[in-house]
Structures are given as C-alpha cells and as structure tokens.
C-alpha cells in the first residue's frame, strides 16, 4: 500500500473526503499488517467556509475510531480572498510541513486518484505544458513547499479510480463529506470534470488521459537519465554553487540543455520545482547565444562571467550561485542529479 521507497512513519491528509478517507483506512490496515506505527492524520480547516470546523471534527472522530491519532491544522492568517484554489492549497501543504517538520514525519500521503491524475493532464494540455507536464503527477514528488524539502509526498492511489475507493467506504458502511467547493464551476478542475461528458466521445476519457501519462512519465525518466551526461559535461561545483560551460549546454539538444540548466538551478536555490518555462527558455537562449551580458537572476540564482578562480572551463565559464539574501546551499554540492 505505501509508495515504493517512500518514509515511513508517515502523515496521511485527510479532507473527510472519499478519497481520502479510504487512504487512511488503507494506510492503517496496511501498517498494522507490515507490524509498523500506524500513520498519522493531519486534517486541515482552511476557514474559507463556516462548516469546515464542524467538519475536520468529525474527521477526528473517524480516525480516532479507526485507532488512529489526529490532528487540526488551523491558521491565524486570514481566509484568502481571491484565487482561492492556489491559495487554500499553499496554507494546506505550509500546515502539513510544519507538523511534518516538527513531528520529524518524512512523508506524508495524499489521496489523488487516476481521475485526479486524469484533470491534472487536460489542465496541463490546456496551458501547452511539455513532457514532464503531462506525464502528470509522480507517485514520490518533492515537497511542494521548498521551506520543507525533508518531506517527501507520497501518492499511492494513481492507479485507481475514485469510485472504487467509494465502493470500500460503503464495504465498510463509512459515510464521507461531500465539499461544495468540489462543485463550484468557478475553479478549474471542477470545470474539467463537467467537460468529460463532452469529451468522452472524442475518445479523451479519464482512463486513456491517465494511460498517456504513465506513458510521457517512462519518457521523462529516460529524458532525466540523458541529461545526466549533459550535466557530467557542462558543471564543476565551485565554493556554493557551479561553474557551468555554455559551449557544452550550446551543444546539448535544447531539452536536454534546459533539463540541465533547471536542474542546476534547482540545486543551488534549494527549490524543488523547476523554473517556469518560458523564463528558462529565456535564460538559455542568452547563455548559448552569448547575450548574458553582466548576468541575470532566475530561480533565487545569479547567473554572471565566472571570476579567474571559477573559469574552469575557460574565459567562457559562467558561475551560478545563490542570490544574495537567497537562501541556498551554505556548502560546495555535488553534481545535480
């Protein structure tokens, strides 16, 4: 039941939801069978409706019942008042990561489905995401709070579909909340789920959105192995960050020179997100091109001529580091991986 390699012991979120709700059932019969600590449940009441703390106590009842510890997650921030979506899901994942933190908890698992993972890809196709967009979510992400990079997110439930985890709930006759929020056409993803009716007869269902993903995420792993020879050539760790040579990404196929180049980015900062694309693309074109001039910033990076110390690849070598007031590595780090 655990995503291969992830920590255990573990946090487990939990909304009441159905999907959730049946990952803690899942996450505790599975601990108990393993003789391992039972995880956690971290439910959080985002106050952005006035049922919602009524609701994460009942979440609390449920779980203690189940023999499990729980835990409300409050803020004294106020309720966000607009893009709400993005909002409430940065204060959810900040909450989680602290308690995580605090609790030394390594993981924590989240109960996105194959029809999550389904919206995310139509989302993603509709912004022009590349490959490792519409490969979708990973089974084991980084945390998506860089404050909190010691965490890991597990998602075990991708391969399965929501309904079947509804089937178990009324297996084992537990009832579920339903969000109103989940049927608000105001945000995007509910927009997405009142499009499959439309959809379906153009062949785009769930299921074949969810087959390509498994099939562009074989194709990002391989991508990832690849640019692992650009990145041997092209960086040498220096003091905080890398001396990096621009004829060696210049040579480089361009995905694979932007992998590179984001990854480089991603270790000194410290975040585990890539850059936005079109700010990476941006940045590349002036490295190879030779129009970088005195340097530029991307990323909580400096990009800049290295001084005569870090030109180790030549009077060309650039030097990447840490922005001053950034916060990143505070020692020389290998090679990006």
Known sequence: MAASGAPWPAAVAVS??????ALMYLLRDWA????????VVLTVD?????EAAAEVKRVVRWAKKAGLNAHILTSAAPPPAADIEASARRLRYRLIGEFCRKKKLAAVYVAHTRDDQAETIL???????????????????PYPDPDFASVVV????????????????????????????????????VRVRLAWPQLAPLGLTPERLAETAIHLARAREALEIVSQAVLARACQPFREGFAVDPAALAGAPPELALRALAKILMTVSGNPYRPRFDRLSALLAAITGNFLGGGRTLHGCRLGPAPKAARLFGPGTLLIEAEKGRSGPVKPRPRPK
Request: glycine letters at 10%; hydrophobic letters at 45%.
């Open 16 to 21: 009441g939801g159905s999907d959730s709700l």
């Open 123 to 141: 989302m993603r196709l509709a912004r022009g995401s590349g490959v490792d967009g519409l490969a979708g979510m990973r089974v084991l992400a």
């Open 154 to 189: 597990a998602r075990p439930l991708l391969g399965i579909q929501r309904r079947a985890l509804r089937e178990l709930l009324l297996l084992r006759r537990q009832t579920w909340i339903e969000d109103p929020m989940n049927a608000d056409a105001r945000f995007a993803r």
């Open 32 to 39: 108990k069978a393993q003789a391992l600590p039972p995880p």
């Open 46 to 50: 985002h106050g952005l409706r006035s």
